[in-house]
């Protein structure tokens, strides 16, 4: 489970704003199309979400995060997760 903050700089101008939103949205589209990224909920109050991501191990976690166009900008918690048996061997609901 990866929770993402983003705080962007006040200096960043609206033109540079709106292109890096656009930027990530697109990258973000790539994630979840590669099932990297498994689910996706945005919280909010600010530029925060939390999802759940899909690597082999945690330095391929960690490209993925700093495949980001905001990931300068951004803090990201990782929370790592075990399957729990009542979801069975398959992951089930």
Known sequence: MVEIRVELPASLGDDERE????AELSRGRELVAAGAIR??????????????WAAADATELHELIESLPMYPW???EVTPLARHPLTGPE???
């Open 19 to 22: 292109a890096l939103r656009a």
């Open 39 to 52: 689910s996706i909920w945005r919280i909010p109050g600010g530029m925060r979400n939390v999802g759940i």
């Open 74 to 76: 951004l803090t990201a």
């Open 91 to 93: 992951g089930g609901s």
